[in-house]
């Protein structure tokens, strides 16, 4: 099964337990052992409300709440204030707290890693990180930029797919009200077309197939052209 269709798999989950399994799969598809993948309904929501499912070994989660290390983690400082993934390893955590919190967690394998924020259209806080400790440094760095656009679509499915499982309440009543034009152009989009072969499959200018995402973005409430077809995926709108 390709990476497409373990995203689609991962979409259509009613099983928390198959979801948490799919999204461990599309991990290790990439290379990665563990993942972890966690979230809040806001920025604001107490740590202890978090929705979080993760492979990660069960003592170490243990010891990583009960020292409350969210608080001192450099990587969840990261994605709390940032938008860009961050690749992190052991130059990552600087001063004894931080050092003290790393030295922990190579204990259990986890020693570099790629993580994500992830900042949903309804104010949803958290992160999703990517870890690996069989990397060396060289291999890690030289490979990651062939992970990072497959990493980032994981990122996004494993969000909204997520909605369902982590009980959030979602405001969304109705699929939004899209023209049929803006329908084919998150169709076209959706099966790989750029806005310049949109434009010639549709024989319009690319800057009106632009114009038409610009609206489709902004009736779905989300920030990218991926996540309004991930939306449009999970609403019924467009078939994958």
């Known amino acids: 099964m390709n990476l497409i269709d373990k995203l689609y798999e991962m979409l259509a989950c009613g ?3 198959a979801w948490q399994d799919n999204l461990v799969s599309l991990a290790q598809s990439q290379g990665y052992t563990q993942v972890l ?3 809040l309904p806001n920025k604001w929501a107490p ?4 929705f ?16 409350k290390f969210h608080r001192i983690d450099p990587v969840v400082a990261h994605c709390l204030h940032r938008a860009v993934p961050l690749v992190w390893d052991s130059t990552s955590f600087t001063g004894p707290a931080q050092q003290a919190l790393y030295e922990q967690a190579a204990g259990f394998g986890i020693r570099q890693g790629v993580s994500y924020p992830v900042h949903g259209a309804n104010g949803e806080f958290g992160m999703i990180s990517f870890v690996s400790d069989t990397f060396s440094n060289r291999t890690f760095l030289g490979e990651i930029a ?5 990493l980032a679509l994981i990122r996004d499915f494993a969000y909204e797919s997520s909605l369902k499982h982590a009980r959030f309440p979602d405001p969304e009543q109705a699929p939004p009200a899209l ?4 329908l084919e152009c998150l169709g076209w989009a959706a ?8 434009s010639r499959i549709l024989r319009c200018s690319e800057a009106t197939v632009n ?4 609206n489709i973005r902004r009736k779905f409430n989300v920030a990218t052209r991926q996540q309004a077809i991930v939306k449009s995926i999970r609403l019924g709108m467009i078939q994958p």
């Open 15 to 17: 099983n928390e337990g």
């Open 37 to 39: 993948f966690g979230m």
């Open 47 to 50: 740590f202890e409300t978090v």
């Open 52 to 67: 979080l499912r993760s492979n990660y070994a069960a003592e170490w989660r243990k010891n990583y709440d009960a020292a």
């Open 146 to 150: 062939d992970h990072l656009p497959h």
């Open 179 to 182: 023209t049929p034009r803006e």
């Open 191 to 198: 099966q790989g077309k750029s806005s310049w072969e949109i």
């Open 211 to 214: 114009f038409h995402f610009a």
